[in-house]
């Protein structure tokens, strides 16, 4: 399993960035793949998650109408389009899979994570 992120960058509040995922060793129809994030000096905060088998999404109450999590199932990519930044969304994004879909916040494989930084 590899999961590749790009995008990220830097964005003044209430802007917008797009983040992608390009996955390997999987298929996105099998397997739920979304988004954490990590602030410094806080713990792991679930995103969003895109459910393979059903194409449920899910997100976490911060982030809720304002991000929104799509798949390329062809290119094994998914996205998180982030809306209405805030500087509180300030943080490294990780792709991630998830060890019991899109239940609970329990991530299983993740990528090398890309920096979001919003400016107030």
């Known amino acids: 399993v590899q999961l590749v992120e790009s995008g990220g960058g830097s964005a003044q509040s209430g802007g917008s960035l797009r983040l992608s995922c390009t996955a390997s060793g999987f298929s996105l129809d099998d397997y739920s793949i979304g988004w954490f994030r990590q602030a410094p000096g806080k713990g792991r905060e679930g995103v969003s998650c895109?459910?393979?088998?059903?194409?449920?999404?899910v997100y976490g109450n911060p982030v809720k109408g304002r991000f929104t999590i799509s798949s390329e199932r062809g290119k094994n990519t998914v996205h998180l389009q982030m809306s209405s930044l805030k500087p509180e969304d300030t943080a490294v994004y990780y792709c991630?899979?998830?060890?019991?879909?899109?239940?609970?916040?329990?991530?299983?494989?993740w990528g090398q994570g890309t920096q979001v930084s919003v400016s107030s």
């Open positions: 991630t899979t998830f060890t019991n879909g899109c239940y609970e916040w329990s991530f299983d494989y």
């Open positions: 895109l459910s393979g088998p059903d194409g449920r999404s």
